[in-house]
Structure formats: structure tokens, C-alpha cells
């Protein structure tokens, strides 16, 4: 393997489980390849827990399957998960023109955390 993919691979591998935000990869089927630290937490189970299930079965009210079926990404929608109203995105993942699986993120995690973010935007505004 050339060094360009592997140091590529390692940086994607690292920003995946380093990331604030909470991530999620499924394949073309709905079944779950990738969940970082922080998305298992968040739904009170352990990463290796979800790697293998379909989504469905892990994730409250998910639409990520439906992504990976019509290949059209959905930015910023409002989904209850654990009672929490989180601001999420889906994206479909292609390869030559084919999707091959979709990755889904928590933004935030309640919507309470986005008027916070909010509120201290204007702040800043002010000032």
C-alpha cells in the first residue's frame, strides 16, 4: 500500500474517533461498519455492541438507511434519540456513481445545545 493511502487511512481513522461529533458508518444494507466513542456513549452501549446490526435496531427513529437507499444527503434534521431532540446529518458515501454506505452525525445532541450556540453568536455580535 502506498504511504499517501495509508497516511490517509490513519488520518481518517483518527479524526473518526476523535471527532466531537457523534458518527456513525453503515454499508450499503443499513448494517453498522463504524460508530465512534462518543455516538455509542451517547446512546448508553458500547461500540462493539452496534458494529454488525442493522442501524434500525441501535438507533431510535434513524433514517440513515433510507439515505444509503435514495442517495440524497439531509443536513440539520431534528431526530428524537434517547428522548433527546438531536440536530443530525446523513450523507450517502458513493464510489463510482454507486453508493456503497452513508455516514450519519449528532451535531448536537439536544437542541438545547444549538440555542446555546446561539445565544452566544449574538453575544458576540453585540460586542
Do not use: C, W
Not at 434513524?62 to 431526530?79: A, D, F, S
Not at 434517547?82 to 455516514?103: D, E, L, V, Y
Amino acid at each position: 500500500m502506498k504511504l499517501e493511502n495509508v497516511l490517509a487511512e490513519q488520518a481518517l481513522r483518527i479524526f473518526f474517533e476523535d471527532a466531537s461529533e457523534s458518527l456513525v458508518i453503515i454499508d450499503s444494507n443499513g448494517y453498522i461498519v463504524m460508530m465512534n466513542k462518543p455516538y455509542a456513549d451517547f446512546l448508553g452501549i458500547r461500540q462493539e455492541d452496534a458494529i454488525g446490526k442493522h442501524v434500525v435496531s441501535i438507533i431510535d427513529n434513524t433514517r440513515l438507511h433510507i439515505v444509503v437507499n435514495v442517495g440524497k444527503p439531509e443536513y440539520g434534521q431534528v431526530q428524537m434519540i434517547r428522548g433527546h431532540k438531536a440536530i443530525t446529518s446523513r450523507i450517502p458515501i458513493f464510489n463510482n456513481r454507486q453508493i456503497i454506505g452513508a455516514i450519519g452525525k449528532v451535531i448536537f445532541k439536544d437542541s438545547s445545545e444549538l440555542e446555546k450556540l446561539y445565544k452566544r453568536v449574538e453575544e458576540q455580535k453585540k460586542n
